[in-house]
Nanobody
Framework: QVQLVESGGGLVQAGGSLRLSCAPS????????MGWFRQAPGKEREFVAT????????YYTDSVIGRFTISRDNAKNTVYLQMNSLKPEDTSIYFC?????????????????WGQGTQVTVSS
């Protein structure tokens, strides 16, 4: 199983920005897709954004369109999530995920490998 390591979470005021990064801890095969999900206390894990590795096609949940941008660095096998105009409702634990399966890439069940999560807190 691939181990993924996230970084970049933290505390920010509403309207601020954060950039999350995620990379596998060792050498791995290139995935079909990588992405980000989030889970708030008492809620189910939800899709945020994913990106296909070969074509770089991004997918976003509606609530982050225009504010978040997902990207990947093929050479580093790293995926990024640039989060701008953050809102208090974005507060959650953000999990990085990767998969070798086919799409669609909007559900957690399509992803086999997960990071430990990084906390993002947006204060009002």
């Amino acid at each position: 199983q691939v181990q993924l390591v996230e970084s970049g979470g933290g505390l920010v005021q509403a309207g601020g920005s954060l950039r999350l990064s995620c990379a596998p801890s060792g050498r791995t095969l290139r995935p079909s897709a990588m992405g980000w999900f989030r889970q708030a206390p008492g809620k189910e894990r939800e899709f945020v954004a994913t990106i296909t590795w070969s074509s770089g096609m991004p997918y976003y949940t509606d609530s982050v369109i225009g504010r978040f941008t997902i990207s990947r660095d093929n050479a580093k096998n790293t995926v990024y999530l640039q989060m701008n105009s953050l809102k208090p409702e974005d507060t959650s634990i953000y999990f990085c995920a990767s998969t070798y399966r086919g799409g669609p890439y909007r559900t957690a069940s399509q992803f086999d490998n997960w990071g430990q999560g990084t906390q993002v807190t947006v204060s009002s």
